[in-house]
């Protein structure tokens, strides 16, 4: 059988150290995905690129948070009553299911949001039997999604690990608030783990019971839902898929402009439309193509709980179709309402100039780091003959330059040696190989996306020059070394092309 671009692609991860199934020596538990030496680099520069955005651009402001949440805050979220499966065993094998999945394995159909008294009918009336040994399903049960513990001895106090990140910023968010000076709009950041015990978790990376989260709260006056630099992107284009299209079978999207999409009514507000724009921004710098990036509009049925409009960002990827790697959320003051119904705290500003008390609304970009890491994968990975490579943004790269001897010995390794350790020295993330032919090395790097090769060979123990071969041309220029690290640093940082930083050499 041939393979599909998925499965080479999940062969090359797991062999050269991005990504593969946690605990495979005790058989593996589904859900679970380790990131190896290059995926926690590749990672780790996702999660820079988007602090850049969200950090740096925007100037919001980030905290660090615990993972495990006393259940009184997730109460008061609406966690511990919203935050529902329906589920199904199969009778004959006892395989449990998420009703959804199930129903979209077996009929293709999605489901989601339709109302709990419907969903037993239309299983029954589909005749939806166990997909795996075709038994009968039995009826359909609740489960909460979110991992239970006890913090502290006995069982008194309930804790949970948290679904998302989000909850403790409305928990401080006096202190935030303070901290931004009293200023409205703000916003505020955290990047961490969540967790979602996923009842059959079947898409390897995708859908994982433990996570990595970026997410931004925006609080805002809902009297006053401006964006200040909204018009940067007012004439941006964004493709979205409407709810009311979905509801009615449509699949086609539309284009329009991020200004358009506010005046017409279709996206809520400003703050709404810049995200959007934002977002898919921050997709395509991270290599996406733009043709497989939109947004769909959750139909009311799929919101969650807290949110009154969501636009989910979705990269189209071969095996898996369309992918939600972002959701937008209108969460309204919903969260800061309930807390401070639940605490007893005030946790409305005043708004000196208007002389009028409010409670802040809240747009929140939130972003799944590990499914955009899969399409960041997906979408970097080329066949071209027999040529496999990554062709990866040279700033999101794990391994920056790879430096080789031309051969094995005359005393090119140990000059290469040389050459690695100042390049380390510069905090340049170069890797030595001198094992096989220079071609077998190249292909090697290549297969990784290394965007740069350094060779040392018998013209730079004469003249103290290098050659740079770049991966996705492999053309090749010969530089100093001493001008090497000041040439990467214009390749990797400053975006120059390679005929810029050194003389072009013939093939
Ligand atoms: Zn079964």
Redesign the pocket.
Known sequence: MKRDKHEKLMDLAKRRGFIWPSFELYGGVGGFYDFGPLGSVLKEKIIRKWREYYVIREGFFEIDSPSILPEEVLKASGHVDHFIDLMTE?Q??G?PFRVVDVIKEVTGEDIEGMPREEVQKFMDEKHVR?P??G?ELGSIFEFNAMFRTMIGPGTKRIGYLRPETAQTIFIDFKRLHRYARGKIPFGIVQIGRGFRNEISPRQGIIRLREFTMAEAEVFFDPQDPHHPKFSNVAGKKIRLWLASDQEKGKTETMEIKAEQAVKNGIVCNELMAYYIVLTKHFLIDLGIPEGAIRFRQQTPGQRAHYSSETWDAEVLTERFGWVEVAGLAYRTDYDLRRHSEFSGEDLSVFLPEERRKVICHVIEPSYGIDRTFYCVLEHSFVQEGNRTYLKLKRELAPIEAGVFPLLNRDGLPEKAITVLESLRLKGFHVEYDESGSIGRRYARADEVGTPYCVTIDHQTLEDDTVTIRDRDTTAQVRVKIEELPKALNLLLREGAALQDVGVPMGL
């Open positions: 199969c004959k094998c395989t166990c795996d040994c038994g």
